[in-house]
């Protein structure tokens, strides 16, 4: 089995930071991409950012320069380092992970369970 487990969010001010963690774990042979995604109330779910295994990313246009995201490959893990947070961001953030069980399976998209920032105004 696999686990994604975020950490990291909380309540916090406009204009200020949080950094969220997303730990995989489990039966993993390989991680592709891992990415970062948001869901505010009403709204779908939307790509924040996303990191290949080599270190290539993507942000979601809006985000550029106050959102981060970063891994540690040795320790299954992805980070998104948010600034200068507005009211807007608030959202339940999940994090994804395209990973292979074995060597012998295809990658599968494997989902945390979330962690809700708030930023109050």
């Known amino acids: 089995q696999v686990q994604l487990v975020e950490s990291g969010g909380g309540l916090v001010q406009t204009g200020g930071s949080l950094r969220l963690s997303c730990a995989a774990s489990?039966?993993?042979?390989?991680?592709?991409?891992m990415g970062w995604y948001r869901q505010a109330p009403g709204k779908q779910r939307e790509l924040v950012a996303s990191i290949t295994t080599r270190g290539s990313t993507t942000y979601a246009d809006s985000l550029k320069g106050r959102f981060t995201i970063s891994r540690d490959n040795a320790k299954n893990t992805a980070y998104l380092q948010m600034n200068s947070l507005k009211a807007e961001d608030t959202a339940v953030y999940y994090c994804?992970?395209?990973?292979?069980?074995?060597?012998?399976?295809?990658?599968?998209?494997?989902w945390g369970q979330g962690t809700q920032v708030t930023v109050s105004s």
């Open positions: 489990g039966t993993i042979f390989s991680i592709n991409a």
């Open positions: 994804s992970a395209d990973l292979r069980t074995t060597a012998y399976r295809p990658a599968n998209t494997y």
